[in-house]
């Protein structure tokens, strides 16, 4: 925290103007953050309240150290999220050199000074918020990792190619990533919200490239987290595209399961789904509908038809990271009528 904030920094961070709502005090009691969902994963304890939180992406001046820590907490108690999620923005460079499935073995294994900035933000918000509410680390997988290095169409042909000749690359990303995940667990976070792709409805002609050579991956890194951490959240991401089902995610670690039930050829019930993965569920609200474009009444009437079919436990959310550009105070109309809601 010793970093001084550059000019820029400091008014890229700063509450947006006229953002008085930001400051109004709530009417309604101060709850237990940790403890709402820490009794997500209490079988058979009722939900006093719903639970909630939306993640978007920030300026970025404020992706790393002392910015990323100032501007985390603004968003976090301005909208009254039920935890802190700290936004993962150090991706692999992309390497033009790995033209050739066979370019993989040259894969640079990054050590944690490549996670540095990242890891500042990490340590300034556990100290910062830690004993008020759960706080989570991003992670991408080491299919998205690679996905990055060399571009997700690419990857994907190279893996359909030579998956034996990848499978080097993707054992070297995964180590460090190990080495990301484990120093976050040392500065003390309480988990994860770890996200997956690669087993998307059409990515690969053979489904077993992703059980082989995708997945086992995957797991190395979650069950790391599982051993580590409390509260993990896995997230699978329909970011580039729909899955036909999610039985290759059923026996993924992670103690909730977020995702787009209806972005399946087989559509699921928030009641279906969490007898699917036998664990509670985190969704409801689409990142691009009334989220992004309806009037406050609007979302409300949205959480309430949402919840009132949802599974319990449930904890609202987006299927992925809101536009960035969406007012907060959507956000916080969201939240607030998720902790107001009774049924």
């Known amino acids: 925290?010793?970093?001084?904030?550059?000019?820029?920094?400091?008014?890229?961070?700063?509450?947006?103007?006229?953002?008085?709502?930001?400051?109004?005090?709530?009417?309604?009691?101060?709850?237990?953050?940790?403890?709402?969902?820490?009794?997500?994963?209490?079988?058979?304890?009722?939900?006093?309240?719903?639970?909630?939180?939306?993640?978007?992406?920030?300026?970025?001046?404020?992706?790393f150290g002392p910015p990323a820590v100032q501007k985390h907490l603004e968003y976090f108690r301005a909208t009254g999220m039920d935890f802190v999620k700290i936004q993962y923005e150090k991706t692999f460079p992309p390497l033009p050199a790995i033209r050739r499935p066979e370019d993989w073995k040259n894969m640079p294994l990054y050590r944690l000074d490549f996670y540095a900035p990242v890891l500042e933000a990490v340590k300034g918000l556990v100290q910062a918020a830690k004993k008020e509410a759960l706080v989570l680390m991003t992670a991408y997988s080491p299919f998205m990792s690679a996905g990055h290095t060399a571009t997700l169409p690419l990857l994907t042909a190279h893996l359909q190619e030579n998956p034996e000749a990848v499978r080097k690359g993707m054992e070297i990303i995964t180590d460090s990533l190990l080495l990301f995940v484990r120093e976050c667990i040392r500065l003390g976070v309480d988990g994860f919200y770890a996200s997956t792709q690669g087993g998307e409805a059409g990515r690969f002609k053979d489904p077993k490239i992703f059980d082989r050579y995708v997945k086992p991956h995957d797991l190395v890194l979650m069950k790391e987290m599982e051993g580590g951490c409390p509260f993990n959240i896995l997230h699978i991401c329909d970011y580039t595209g729909p899955y036909a089902d999610f039985s290759p995610f059923l026996d993924y670690p992670g103690h909730v399961v977020n995702c787009n039930p209806k972005l399946t050829s087989r559509q699921y019930t928030w009641k279906e789904l969490a007898a699917l993965f036998r664990k509670p569920c985190m969704g409801g609200m689409d990142r691009h509908g009334i989220m992004a474009s309806g009037s406050s009444e609007e979302i409300r009437s949205e959480v309430r038809r949402v919840l009132s079919d949802a599974s319990r436990p449930f904890l609202l959310g987006a299927d992925?990271?809101?536009?960035?550009?969406?007012?907060?105070?959507?956000?916080?109309?969201?939240?607030e009528a998720a902790h107001a809601f009774a049924g």
Do not use: V
Not at 18 to 33: C, L, T, V
Not at 39 to 56: C, E, H, M, T, V
């Open 320 to 335: 992925c990271t809101l536009p960035g550009d969406i007012g907060w105070e959507k956000i916080r109309t969201a939240i």
């Open 1 to 63: 925290m010793k970093q001084e904030l550059t000019r820029r920094n400091f008014l890229n961070c700063l509450p947006a103007a006229g953002a008085a709502w930001q400051q109004q005090p709530s009417n309604r009691p101060a709850r237990n953050k940790r403890e709402a969902m820490m009794n997500l994963l209490q079988k058979g304890r009722s939900q006093d309240y719903i639970p909630a939180a939306f993640f978007i992406h920030f300026d970025k001046s404020c992706h």
